[in-house]
């Protein structure tokens, strides 16, 4: 277990922290660069919390999960582009017959649209 020293924090946002192997190492850091110490929550950085008051750290995995569903999706949209770009799909949307087959790719991609996380 690894712990870490939160050496400056704002608003939850860890701007400066360390990482040491052993709470002893971490806390004479925080001793001598100021800080709190915490057992390291894993996870991305971009995802911690801290709170100096509450001397805590914690990691935010829904916003973590919210995040990797959105760039999932938004990686699925741009896929279905390369199948059917949207030049193509206003053609349809205005009146032109698609083929089945087209008709198919145009059906799945507003079916992946309308399954944006979030919404």
Known sequence: MSFIVVVRET???????????????ADAHAL??????VPDPGGVKRYWIA???????VYDSASRTGATAMRDWTTAIQ???????????????TGITPSDR??????????LRAERPGS
Do not use: I
């Open 102 to 111: 087209t008709k198919k790719l145009l059906d799945d991609k507003k079916a």
């Open 79 to 93: 896929l279905t582009d390369l199948k059917m770009p949207r030049s193509v799909e206003d053609l349809y949307d």
């Open 11 to 25: 608003a939850g946002v860890v701007e400066k922290y360390a990482r040491h192997k052993t709470q002893a190492e």
């Open 32 to 37: 001598e660069y100021g800080g709190f110490t």
């Open 51 to 57: 709170d100096s008051d509450t001397k805590t750290l």
